[in-house]
């Protein structure tokens, strides 16, 4: 079983920036596809950023150019860098780790962007 624990959220004034970190337990982390979705109240959850086995990267339109994924196989740990943030950020952040046959989810942490 993995456990995937994320950090980093919090509140922060718009502009801002934040950086999510999400620690992977288990020893598939590098094999896995990797990535940050994210739900706001009331909305269904969207994928934010990921981040492929092989590097490739895949964005969101709306982060485009002020978020940053990704990941260190050696400590199994994704990064999320966050700069500019706009209140229409703020929603529950989780962690994705998907590979054949499987996938899981960390709990979520909050992020806060106050106008």
């Known amino acids: 079983q993995v456990q995937l624990v994320e950090s980093g959220g919090g509140l922060v004034q718009a502009g801002g920036s934040l950086r999510l970190s999400c620690a992977a337990s288990?020893?598939?982390?590098?094999?896995?596809?990797v990535g940050w979705y994210r739900q706001a109240p009331g909305k269904q959850r969207e994928l934010v950023a990921k981040i492929t086995r092989g590097g490739n990267l895949n964005y969101a339109d709306s982060v485009k150019g002020r978020f940053t994924i990704s990941r260190d196989n050696a400590k199994r740990t994704v990064y999320l860098q966050m700069n500019s943030l706009k209140p229409e950020d703020t929603a529950v952040y989780y962690c994705?780790?998907?590979?054949?046959?499987?996938?899981?989810w960390g709990q979520g942490t909050q992020v806060t962007v106050s106008s």
């Open positions: 994705n780790l998907l590979g054949i046959g499987y996938e899981y």
């Open positions: 288990g020893s598939i982390f590098s094999i896995s596809h």
